[in-house]
């Protein structure tokens, strides 16, 4: 069986909205990411001071925007992500404020939480 959202071929699917769905675009469908979510930040800010661990994906996007901003869509082609990984990382890293975005001359760029509006901002 074919997943009719991403096209990958899956022994077991589930129906929604009338769409066959693989495992993955299944659980994307019921539970998309949120980047704005205020329980998740105080939640998230609150373990911190627990051990929690980035993900390597996680770790990867910081050290890339430790380079410098930039545009989502190119973060997500420079580190091979697929767009709703790059949007469940980003929500992460944004809830515990390591991530925030802003924008410039109409268009949205990521640049780590700390850091200030770059001088062409």
Known sequence: MKCQRCGAETDESYAHLGQELCEDCYMDALSPAKSCDPWATYTAKN???QAADLTEDQQRIL???A???LEPER???ELGL???ELKRDLAALRHMEKVRGFPHQGRAYL???DQPNPDWA
């Open 47 to 49: 373990l911190e001071t």
């Open 63 to 65: 050290e890339r925007l």
């Open 67 to 69: 380079q410098g901003p």
């Open 75 to 77: 973060l997500r082609k």
């Open 82 to 84: 697929e767009e709703a």
């Open 111 to 113: 640049i780590l939480f």
